[in-house]
């Protein structure tokens, strides 16, 4: 009886101190560790590759934003995002897709009005859109609704509209877009896109003389 007591009391010991252990290194040192190596190397990524204007932080080079003017280049339509219900103390904001087939009336209609919306607020005096012209990612969301980017395509259709509410030459807005136009990652991975916060940032400070 004695000796079972001892040998339990042996292994619980012993478990004790693997727990101690184990939470010390993992719980520990380990985060400690891939933070220091993130922050040392990584550190704009590590810190939620944040994008300042006028000496603040307006943003994340990695998640898009909505609301803005006309006066702006537009992001990608954010169908798939809905408001925090549980706890309205916080208005959060819910990342998702549309969870639409292709074939579904309500995403059908979402699309075809998207797109007239497009054509009607992208026309000007001197340029009118065609229905033709407006690229998928003017009419969809993206997977999480928080897509960041657009297509060169869908942002060379908003250059009049922008030109125009801001007094600028279409040359001017233009080569905004083309100075921000990122290539295909590793020259093969993904599209050719226009991160649409750093783009409007640019174009304000343009606006502005900066």
Same mark, same amino acid.
């Given at each position: 009886?004695? %000796?079972? +007591? ?23 040192? /380990?985060? =400690?560790?891939?933070?220091? +190596? ?8 590590? %810190? ?6 006028? $000496?603040?932080? @307006? ?10 003017? =006309?006066? /702006? ?5 954010? %169908? &798939?995002?809905?408001?925090?219900? @549980?706890?309205?103390? /916080?208005?959060?904001?819910?990342? &998702? ?45 993206? $997977?999480? $609704? ?7 395509? /869908? ?11 801001? &007094?600028?030459?279409?040359?001017? @807005?233009?080569?905004? +877009? ?15 896109? @226009?991160?649409? =916060? ?7 400070? =343009?606006?502005? &003389?900066?």
């Amino acid at each position: 009886m004695n %000796n079972s +007591v001892a040998n339990t009391g042996r292994l619980l010991g012993a478990g004790l101190r693997a727990l101690l252990v184990l939470t010390v290194l993992t719980g520990v040192l /380990y985060p =400690l560790a891939v933070t220091g +190596v993130a922050q040392a190397l990584f550190n704009h990524q590590a %810190n939620g590759s944040e994008v300042k204007a006028d $000496g603040k932080v @307006v943003g994340s080079s990695l998640i898009g934003q909505q609301g803005y003017s =006309l006066d /702006y280049f537009q992001p990608r339509p954010a %169908n &798939g995002l809905g408001e925090n219900s @549980v706890n309205t103390q /916080y208005k959060l904001i819910l990342s &998702g897709a549309t969870n639409r087939s292709g074939d579904n009336p309500e995403l059908i209609k979402w699309v075809k009005e998207a797109k007239a919306k497009v054509v009607k607020e992208n026309s000007t005096a001197d340029y009118k859109v065609k229905p033709s012209q407006v690229p998928a990612d003017a009419v969809t969301s993206s $997977g999480s $609704g928080l897509d960041p980017d657009i297509s060169p395509a /869908y942002a060379d259709l908003q250059v009049h509209r922008v030109a125009e509410r801001n &007094g600028l030459s279409v040359s001017q @807005v233009r080569k905004l +877009v083309d100075a921000h136009t990122e290539g295909r990652t590793l020259g093969f991975m993904g599209e050719p896109r @226009v991160n649409v =916060l750093e783009l409007n940032i640019a174009l304000k400070a =343009l606006v502005e &003389g900066d």
